[in-house]
């Protein structure tokens, strides 16, 4: 057991594994219409359908009342308060097991936008791109006192973390397989904050899909909460009220910026969020790829190569040597080009 564990385990700390290696997993837009949509909806949900560059986390699935839909389908329209058509319902990914619908509501392009993208959730993404360890998202109760009091902990310790731990050494086998893209000095063990309000209507989305992922949260009224985001917008878990503390920060400060010990994210804490994103870019390109190939003369030894081209030596003897020496050589250069 211990060696498959091991199996998984690597030197990369959690939050640029996650970010690289992580993919966000796919929410489920269901699209109830009758017949065709309004144009300017078609083409926004064409727009947002893309397959390349900023996209959401999300896959689109629509629903024709008037062509049979299967029952399951038609027993989710039927649930829906005041449901008009066309009408949009975004369900978490299956891996989440939340079975509550993070938003439903009428369709249009305004709504469509809403609940692919916000300010927030672009500023996540800015900072997760730009290599922060973690964004920590401070959920407002309402209560200024409270919220103003979970912030000063939470900046308090977040300055604290970032001045007595430090970031794992790199492995030099997980930089030479691939399982991070960006050398060792330009990884940050960096924290910031960010305040989002309940009441914000922009944020409407985000918020649900806050309280909805985990069980009973959205019954607590009154308390602060603060979620770590990090990877590709993904919620590693909730600090509730007096739980914004010292230890509970350290300890989910100490697994993000700690060695990915399972590579395996469903083995991983964590929520996915959807966000409006182009992680491909953001998770940079190795700049091993970017630097000049050695020659055969630098891979191998001087005498070696030139022995082997040694103009005195009977032919089938060169052969001989080439053949030991290609091999090693073209070895070197795919190690090198990982």
């Avoid at 960096?190 to 209507?201: C, G, N």
């Amino acid at each position: 057991m211990f060696l498959a564990a091991s199996a998984f385990a690597c030197s990369v700390p959690v939050f640029r594994y996650a970010l690289e290696h992580w993919p966000a997993d796919p929410f489920q837009v269901l699209v109830f219409q009758r017949g065709s949509l309004p144009e300017a909806t078609e083409q926004a949900l064409r727009d947002a359908e893309r397959s390349e560059g900023m996209r959401a986390n999300a896959i689109y699935r629509r629903v024709d009342l008037d062509a049979n839909p299967p029952p399951e389908l038609l027993r989710l329209h039927e649930q829906q308060a005041n449901a008009e058509v066309p009408w949009l319902v975004l369900r978490f990914p299956s891996s989440s097991g939340i079975r509550e619908p993070a938003f439903s509501g009428p369709l249009d392009v305004n709504s469509l936008t809403r609940l692919l993208d916000s300010p927030v959730r672009r500023e996540l993404v800015r900072r997760l791109g730009e290599g922060e360890s973690a964004v920590w998202l401070l959920l407002e109760s309402g209560d200024k006192a409270a919220d103003d009091a979970a912030e000063e902990r939470l900046q308090e310790r977040l300055d604290y973390v970032a001045g007595v731990m430090t970031l794992p050494k790199l492995d030099e086998s997980d930089i030479a397989n691939g399982l991070v893209s960006v050398p060792e000095e330009d990884l940050r063990l960096e924290f910031s904050l960010l305040r989002v309000a309940r009441t914000d209507a922009t944020e409407a989305v985000l918020v649900r899909q806050l309280l909805l992922s985990e069980e009973g949260l959205e019954e607590v009224e009154g308390e602060p909460m603060v979620f770590p985001i990090f990877g590709q917008g993904r919620a590693l878990y909730a600090l509730v009220g007096d739980g914004i503390r010292s230890e509970t920060i350290e300890a989910a400060a100490a697994f993000l910026i700690g060695k990915c010990s399972c590579q395996v994210k469903e083995q991983n804490p964590g929520v996915d969020l959807l966000m409006t994103a182009d992680w491909k870019a953001a998770a940079k390109a190795s700049p091993l790829l970017d630097r000049n190939l050695p020659t055969l003369t630098e891979l191998l030894p001087d005498e070696t190569v030139t022995r082997a081209a040694d103009p005195a030596l009977p032919a089938n003897r060169r052969a001989w040597l080439l053949v030991l020496i290609l091999p090693l050589a073209l070895a070197g250069l795919r190690l090198l080009r990982r």
